[in-house]
């Protein structure tokens, strides 16, 4: 497996108020696959996603991509393996705001040596007659057009996506997990989402469902579904 997860435990607070937010987690996630992680709210999916992302640490257990394990990374190591391995969607778009939709995106390409050409990419991503715009002047689909650029561009070899449709209505929901399923062909990214749209689970690879911070399903889709033909 390319990315591993064994054993994984991670809890907040201390003596009666500790709260065990992931317990005894473990699975595996193949090169190129798309991955969606399905729970409810508290379920430990965001959090899981922020240890694979080197954003937290578990309290035990291990995390490796490519062999690489995480937990035994000096912060100077974790720093390289998030600028090397990893680009990060985000529910918020976390833009800059006095910047354009092509600088923004110029932003992650400042994180690699080796970023993907920035006009092509805006191109592909449907941004090109917004490019001089700056986020206020974009809906909320194009932002989040922009955001997934920015993480792009770098060419992560894992593109992490925190409820990436969560603040979109239907119809621009699926244009984004469309952009998702199209980034992952053409560019062979594995991509690990959170989710809590269920529907969602059909246009994945592999369905890893969390519940009270246990898994309680792993499965492997024989038959995907494209993202223009789910429905919710």
Request: hydrophobic letters at 35%; a negative charge; one cysteine or more.
């Amino acid at each position: 497996m390319y990315l591993e997860i064994n054993n994984l435990h991670k809890g907040f607070g201390q003596g009666d108020s500790r709260v065990e937010v992931l317990k005894d987690i473990s699975f595996g996630v193949e090169k190129g696959e798309i991955c969606v992680m399905l729970g409810p709210s508290g379920s430990g999916k965001s959090t899981l996603l922020n240890i694979v992302g080197g954003i937290e640490s578990s309290d035990s257990g291990s995390v490796s991509v490519d062999d690489d394990r995480l937990e035994v990374m000096s912060e100077k190591k974790l720093s390289a393996y998030r600028r090397r391995h990893l680009g990060y969607i985000f529910q918020s778009y976390n833009l800059i705001g006095n910047l354009t939709v092509k600088e923004n995106i110029e932003v992650g390409g400042y994180l690699t040596d080796d970023p993907l050409p920035l006009d092509d990419l805006i191109k592909k991503l449907g941004l090109w007659d917004h490019r001089n715009k700056i986020p206020n002047q974009i809906s909320g689909g194009h932002q989040q057009r922009t955001a997934i650029g920015r993480a792009m561009i770098k060419n992560p070899d894992i593109l992490l996506c925190d409820e990436p449709t969560g603040s979109l209505d239907y119809s621009t929901s699926k244009e984004i997990l469309k952009l998702i399923e199209d980034v992952n062909k053409d560019y062979g990214n594995t991509v690990v989402m959170v989710t809590h749209n269920d529907a969602i689970k059909n246009m994945a690879d592999r369905v890893i469902r969390l519940r009270d911070g246990r898994i309680g399903e792993i499965r492997v889709n024989e038959t995907k579904m494209k993202a223009t033909d789910l429905d919710w």
